[in-house]
């Protein structure tokens, strides 16, 4: 179980297009999932906490308008990259928080990331 | 705010032996969990293990154990019978407890096992 899955794994743009990315949690519910940022040989830095049916909260820092986030349902969240520009390409993961699970109510379990490449 | 510390960028080690890696983290909270997460070359992030703040027993999963020194904030990963599928980035994390579900990362060791 606590199965992540991201898609697509990859996407290349052309700048000023928009791309979404979707994260799905397949055999569980997840009321909270979170979307990241990873520069190559970096660490994960957090761009905000996307909730079930509300908007989501944003890091100090990250463009809401740019990076639109939607948690329509307890197994799907989005990531929208609006208007992308090359300094938009990384590495996008998210993960999701299974609220229900017994003993593990606070792991959260992350998606295979999406690989963007905006020319 | 929390901290999370590992002084090793980089570190190698042959197949079979035993490796330590560190991390050390700052925090004025008393609940929390701490997490070592591995990322090998697919970037999947993997759960290696997780520990409770207020469990003292230092967690273990089959090859992976951890040396918990909640009085020295000191949270190091101990890989036993190095194989070379543990190649990997290797991160560090801390989450409050009851809090926002925040996970913060240190900046990761790299570990490479020689054949």
């Known amino acids: 179980g606590a199965v992540v899955s991201q898609h697509p794994s990859w996407v290349i743009c052309k700048s000023g297009t928009s791309v979404k990315i979707e994260c799905r949690s397949l055999?569980?519910?997840?009321?909270?999932m979170f979307w990241y940022r990873q520069f190559p040989k970096q660490s994960l830095m957090l761009m905000a906490t996307?909730?079930?049916?509300?908007?989501?909260?944003?890091e100090q820092g990250v463009e809401k308008d740019k990076f639109l986030i939607n948690h329509a349902s307890l197994t799907l969240s989005t990531l929208t990259v609006t208007s992308a520009h090359p300094e938009d390409s990384s590495f996008y993961i998210c993960?999701?928080?299974?609220?229900?699970?017994?003993?593990?109510?606070?792991?959260?379990?992350f998606g295979p990331g999406t690989r963007l490449t905006v020319l | 705010a929390q901290t999370v510390t590992q002084s090793q960028p980089e570190m190698s080690v042959q197949e079979a032996e035993t490796v330590t890696l560190s991390c050390t983290y700052d925090?004025?909270?008393?609940?929390?969990?701490l997490f070592w997460y591995k990322q090998p070359p697919s970037r999947q992030m993997i759960l290696v293990i997780r520990?409770?703040?207020?469990?003292?027993q230092n967690a273990t999963e089959n090859r992976f154990s951890v040396n918990f020194q909640k009085a020295a904030k000191s949270f190091s990963l101990k890989i036993s019978d190095s194989q070379l599928g543990d190649t990997a980035m290797y991160f560090c994390?801390?989450?409050?407890?009851?809090?926002?579900?925040?996970?913060?990362f240190g900046k990761g060791t790299r570990l490479h096992i020689l054949p």
């Open positions: 993960s999701a928080r299974w609220s229900g699970r017994v003993g593990h109510t606070d792991t959260q379990y």
């Open positions: 055999d569980f519910q997840a009321t909270t």
């Open positions: 996307s909730n079930e049916g509300s908007k989501a909260t944003y």
């Open positions: 925090t004025s909270e008393n609940n929390y969990y």
């Open positions: 520990q409770e703040a207020y469990k003292q």
């Open positions: 994390a801390f989450m409050k407890r009851g809090g926002d579900d925040k996970i913060i």
